[in-house]
């Protein structure tokens, strides 16, 4: 009997408690489209936060911050990140697009 794939999609982290507000839509959408994400709890430095992403198997890390997301790559360490401003009026259905094409990818 195979296991299936624990990992999340994507391991999320804020900055603020404004990006924090402005992450749960987007974390939200991604989850209602079946991906599963994991948001960071507690205060931790950035790096630390990134260790931990990494070490959870996410295939992307989600950083959010009051104006914009940085979608990094964590499984392709060549690939480039891509950051979306959240005051776009499409941003989470081009968060949507970009986490669905580099989680697919990797």
């Given at each position: 009997l195979?296991q299936?794939d624990a990992?999340?999609?994507a ?26 994400v994991?948001l960071?709890?507690?205060?931790a ?7 931990k992403?990494d ?19 964590l ?9 979306i401003?959240?005051d776009?009026?499409?941003?989470t259905?081009a968060?949507?697009r ?9």
């Open positions: 195979t299936p990992s999340p999609t391991y999320a982290m804020a900055s603020s408690d404004e990006a924090l507000a402005r992450a749960m839509p987007v974390i939200e959408a991604l989850r209602s489209d079946g991906m599963s994991l960071h709890s507690g205060s430095s950035h790096k630390n936060q990134m260790k992403a070490a959870s198997g996410a295939r992307v890390a989600l950083q959010f911050t009051d104006t914009a997301l940085t979608i990094k790559p499984r392709d360490r060549d690939a480039a990140a891509t950051e401003a959240l776009s009026p499409d941003a259905a968060v949507l970009a986490v669905t094409t580099i989680a697919g990818s990797t």
